[in-house]
């Protein structure tokens, strides 16, 4: 662990898109992290492609990689220098990547990465928490909206009474 390189979050948590509704990395920013070829963790997936069942890892179709690319401006080329469309990995699939690459470094990153994905997974709770209490306040606020006007219609029908009544007959002694 004292030879460990810890990666920052934030090149890691870059590294994270949203694609089919799921959080995944994709093949080159994993071997990126990895430190190892794209072809090389291509290939580590290919010869245990049993272990990566479609929920652990998928390829970008052709309309899901040109809105990809599109995303980026780093590259001039039409492909982005792939020859091949990206394989995304799920969470699981990550996870899954450390058995097959069995390197040390493959081991820490992933623990890294594991991180991460909590935490993000955790900001969403928080995120969709945050938003129901919002919603709470807002169905509070319009109720006591409701009653401030009921209050003041009640208070405009006795001023009206007031103004509509005869006037009363003083009780009392008169001179």
Not at 4 to 31: C, G, P, T
Not at 50 to 68: A, G, I, T, V, Y
Not at 77 to 92: I, N, Q, V, W
Request: hydrophobic share 40%; charged share 30%; proline share 2%.
């Amino acid at each position: 662990m004292e030879n460990e390189i810890l990666l920052s979050e934030e090149l890691i948590s870059n590294k994270i898109y949203f694609i089919r509704n799921q959080k995944v990395m994709l093949d080159r920013d994993l071997a990126f992290l990895y430190s190892i070829e794209t072809r090389v963790l291509k290939q580590a997936v290919k010869r245990n492609i049993s272990r990566f069942p479609k929920d652990f890892m998928f390829e970008l179709s052709p309309d899901e990689f040109s809105n990809w690319r599109s995303q980026f401006v780093t590259s001039n080329s039409d492909k982005m220098g792939l020859r091949y469309s990206p394989m995304a990995f799920t969470e699981h699939g990550v996870l899954m990547l450390s058995s097959v690459l069995n390197s040390d470094k493959a081991i820490q990153t992933n623990i890294q990465i594991m991180r991460i994905f909590t935490k993000v997974r955790q900001m969403l709770l928080d995120t969709t928490d945050l938003k129901i209490d919002i919603l709470q306040i807002q169905k509070k606020l319009e109720n006591h909206e409701k009653n401030i006007e009921l209050v003041f219609s009640y208070l405009d029908e006795l001023t009206q009474k007031k103004i509509d009544e005869k006037p009363r007959t003083k009780i009392g002694y008169k001179k």
